[in-house]
């Protein structure tokens, strides 16, 4: 019965997602192509605009450049290519700034082993730990999840208060 469920809300959200326009320039549209690690990230952005929410803040708008830079480190994370980290921090804020010219942008990296159901705790974790960045005044974020071989995943939140 949970996994007809978990298929069935799959589904239904890969309908709704895909039904959205292909720009992935505006920082407000959800891209088209959603899997189920897209959807661990986003379930970790919205716990961030919920709990932004509470402390009286505007929530972060998803941007899929942000989304699939965040993608492309955790992808390397993943593969082994770098340890957890913030390996070529400078080289990804200048690409980011070429394309979204920012005043402040910030990174956030964690990994889990588990499934994407720890979206939760990576919250609960980046809540903890990076709490004055999640509610500093950034208005743009992408999120990014990957997994590696042994079943580790890597989250990262590349957030950004453009100029």
Known sequence: MKKLLLILV??????????CPDNT???????KEIIPL???AHNVLMYINEFRKENLLDTLNWNA??????????????????ELG???TEARADSINKYIPFSVNYEIV?????NTDDATNVYYLWRDYNRNALLANYKIAGVAVDTSKDGVYYFMIIMVLPK
């Open 10 to 19: 799959i589904l239904i959200g890969g309908i709704i997602l895909t039904s």
């Open 65 to 82: 450049y942000l989304a699939t830079t965040a993608g492309v480190h955790t992808k390397d994370m993943a593969s082994g290519k770098y």
């Open 110 to 114: 964690s990994t889990t082993k588990g």
């Open 38 to 40: 897209d959807l661990a």
């Open 25 to 31: 320039t505006n920082p407000n549209i959800i891209p």
């Open 86 to 88: 913030y390996h070529g």
